[in-house]
C-alpha cells in the first residue's frame, strides 16, 4: 500500500447497472438482438390482433377484392412518374436559366405546386377545370381540354406535383456535371443543345434515377389521395367495403399491408438499380477498370 493512500481510494470504482448492462448488450450479437426485437413486435402485434378479435375470416373473403385495385394503383403511379419526368426536365432547365421568362415560369410552377397540397390540386383538375369549361364565357371547343376522366385527373395531379418536386432532382444532377466538361464540348463547336444531350444529361442520369426511383415509391402511397376523387383503386375500393361492411378497421388494416408489400418490393430494385448506377463511380471499383 502506498504511503499517505487510504483503502478507499484503491478500490476499484463499481460500475453501475447501466453500465452493466451495456457490457451484456456488447457481447450479444447486433442480429440476435435485431431479431429479439422483431420477435418482440410481432408478438404485441398478435396479441392485438387476438386482443381485439378482428375479423380474419372477412379479411380473407375481402383480400380478392382489394387486390384488384392494386393494377390500376400501379398503373396510375406508372403514368405520373413518366409525366413527371419531363415536366421536372423543363423545370430544371428553367431554373437554371438566365432567360427572365423561362425562369419566372419554372420559378412559378416550382413555388405554387409545392406550395399547394396535392389533394387540393387532384380536386382542382377534376372537379374545378370542368366549372371554367361549362361557364358561358367559355368555346364550346374548350371542354375537349379542361374535362378529364377520373383516372385521367388523378395521373394529371401526380405528374404536376412530383414534377415540381423532382425539379429540384433534376437540377442537382444536371449541375453535378463539371464546367470543364461543358466548356470543353462548346470549344469544339457544339451548341448548347448539343452539350445538353450528349455531354450532360447522360452523365446527370447517374445522379437523378436513384431518387426519381425513391419518388415513384413516395407517389405509390400518394395515389391514395386520388381515391378521394373517386378513382376504383386500391384506397377507394378499401374505403367503400370498410364502410359498407362495417369492418373499416380490418378493411384499411388489409390495404396498408398491401401498399407495404409494394413499397418492399420496389424498395428492393430501387436498392439494386442505386448499386448498379453507383458502380463504376466507386474508388477502387473505377481504378480497377
Known amino acids: 500500500m502506498a504511503v499517505g493512500s487510504s483503502p478507499a481510494q484503491e478500490a476499484a470504482p463499481v460500475p453501475s447497472l447501466r453500465q452493466r448492462l451495456e457490457e451484456r448488450s456488447a457481447r450479444v450479437p447486433f442480429r440476435v438482438k435485431l431479431v429479439l426485437v422483431y420477435a418482440v413486435i410481432a408478438a404485441i402485434a398478435i396479441w392485438f390482433v387476438v386482443a381485439f378479435r378482428f375479423d380474419w375470416p372477412f379479411m380473407a373473403r375481402w383480400l380478392p377484392f382489394l387486390l384488384k385495385g392494386v393494377p390500376l394503383t400501379l398503373f396510375i403511379c406508372a403514368a405520373g412518374i413518366l409525366l413527371s419526368i419531363p415536366l421536372a426536365l423543363l423545370g430544371a432547365l428553367g431554373r437554371i436559366s438566365s432567360h427572365a421568362v423561362f425562369y419566372g415560369v419554372a420559378n412559378f410552377y416550382v413555388s405554387f405546386i409545392r406550395g399547394t397540397p396535392l389533394i387540393v390540386q387532384i380536386f382542382f383538375i377534376y372537379f374545378g377545370l370542368p366549372q371554367i369549361a361549362f361557364s358561358p364565357a367559355a368555346p364550346p371547343w374548350l371542354a375537349r381540354f379542361l374535362v378529364f376522366d377520373v ?11 412530383y414534377g415540381a418536386y423532382m425539379t429540384e432532382i433534376f437540377r442537382a444532377g444536371i449541375q453535378s456535371v463539371g464546367h470543364g466538361q461543358m466548356e470543353a464540348a462548346q470549344a469544339l463547336g457544339m451548341g448548347r443543345g448539343q452539350v445538353m444531350r450528349r455531354i450532360v444529361l447522360p452523365q446527370a442520369v447517374r445522379v437523378i434515377i436513384p431518387p426519381t426511383g425513391n419518388e415513384f415509391i413516395a407517389m ?9 376523387a373517386g378513382t ?21 388494416a388489409v390495404a396498408a399491408l398491401i401498399y407495404w408489400a409494394l413499397t418492399i418490393v420496389f424498395s428492393f430494385f430501387q436498392r439494386r438499380l442505386e448499386n448498379r448506377m453507383a458502380k463504376g463511380y466507386v474508388r477502387g471499383e473505377a481504378d480497377a477498370h
Request: net charge neutral; proline share 2%; hydrophobic share 50%.
Open 151 to 161: 383516372v385521367v385527373a388523378g395521373i394529371l395531379a401526380l405528374g404536376i406535383n
Open 220 to 228: 405509390l402511397k400518394d395515389s391514395s389521395l386520388v381515391g378521394l
Open 232 to 252: 376504383p383503386e386500391l384506397f377507394f375500393r378499401a374505403t367503400n367495403l370498410g364502410r359498407s361492411q362495417l369492418h373499416g378497421f380490418e378493411a384499411f
